[in-house]
């Protein structure tokens, strides 16, 4: 089959176009030829190999988080997911690979996709959706009537992430730039700071949650815009020794983890509040979950641009410039 992968981690480098064999079905599996495939700053990461001591991937590695397809078979106790539906997934670690034409993926990391959406828009979701999903729900408890920051609220987290927290009842803040602000009122944020103009800790206070996805210092910020016990959840590091046990890394990197967050969990601390690490995992209830507030109209897929199969090094490249609002997304037909 004709897929985009890497055999050496490398930063510059374009992803290789070319046959790769075919994957093997296991017994709890579903075979998805697939139609659309989302692309996520993750694939640039992982490109990178700046996760590979925490996920050692054996390459060449098929790259690629997010899918929508069709199921053409099914292993031999899959009891949920028959041939023809029309699913979609975040894949699990060490299983990824949705820049093809074909995946194998486990029967409990896929959903039906939501008969409102086209495949396209269906491909857009999963990464983005079950991050959100963790990050406010499983992690934040986030509640009616609390306050959470999400930043940088045009991007494809964000999108996601501002709708689900309103939906929950939350007043939600968020950063974004002048250009955007259309785009994220839309979507429910209520406190909107243009981070190039602003400094949002001006502005914020006594906030029940942060989801942070930025660099070090504005992290740092938003440890300060929290009241007494609220919660830090950050997507973009440093990782924490919570993260390693649940992931089942050995004890040195559980040491490596302690140190790099000890800084940030002691400032926390110091402020009475708490730090996370969110390393988003593949779980297909939760996505079923997500499919019902879609086909509800509670939330809506934000995309930006759909490229051709043929032409996904630059799907990955226009994600990495910063400048999608929402999701960027191949279509592999």
């Known amino acids: 089959m004709k897929a985009f992968f890497i055999d050496r981690y490398n930063k510059k480098e374009p992803m290789r176009f070319g ?17 659309a495939a989302g692309v996520n700053l993750l694939d640039s990461k992982i490109k990178a190999g700046e996760f590979k001591a925490m996920l050692p991937y054996k390459l060449p590695l098929i790259m690629g988080h997010d899918v929508a397809g069709v199921v053409v078979e099914v292993g031999v106790k899959v009891k949920k997911i028959k041939v023809g539906d029309k699913i979609y997934a975040r894949p699990a670690d060490y299983r990824i690979g949705t820049f093809a034409e074909f995946i194998a993926i486990d029967e409990a990391d896929v959903a039906i996709m939501p008969a409102s959406l086209s495949m396209e828009e269906a491909a857009s979701i999963p ?32 999108t996601f992430a501002i709708q689900l927290a ?69 997507i973009a590091g440093p990782p924490d020794p919570e993260f390693a046990r649940e992931i089942g890394l050995n004890w040195l990197l559980n040491m490596v983890m302690f140190f790099l967050s000890y800084t940030t969990k002691r400032k926390a601390k110091a402020l009475g509040v708490t730090y996370s ?35 996904a090094n630059e799907a990955l490249a226009y994600v990495e410039s910063g400048r999608a609002k929402g999701k960027v997304v191949i279509n592999v037909t």
């Open 127 to 158: 990464l983005v959706g079950l991050t959100a999903w963790q990050a406010l729900v499983e992690k934040g408890n986030l509640k009616k009537g609390q306050k959470v920051f999400i930043q940088a609220g045009s991007g494809g987290v964000g």
């Open 277 to 311: 690490f969110l390393f988003m995992r593949a779980d297909g209830n939760q996505l079923a979950k997500i499919t019902r507030l879609i086909d509800d109209q509670i939330i809506r897929p934000v995309m930006d641009k759909v490229f051709p199969f043929n032409e």
């Open 19 to 35: 046959e790769m064999p075919e994957p093997k079905l296991r017994e709890n599996d579903v075979l998805v030829k697939i139609h």
């Open 166 to 234: 309103k939906h929950l009842g939350a007043t939600v803040a968020t950063t974004t730039s002048a250009a955007n602000l259309e785009l994220v009122k839309s979507l429910g944020a209520d406190v909107i700071i243009d981070y190039k103009t602003q400094d949002f800790e001006s502005i914020l206070s006594q906030y029940d949650l942060v989801l942070n996805s930025q660099d070090a210092a504005t992290l740092e910020k938003s440890l300060r815009v929290l009241r007494p016990g609220g919660k830090l959840i950050s």
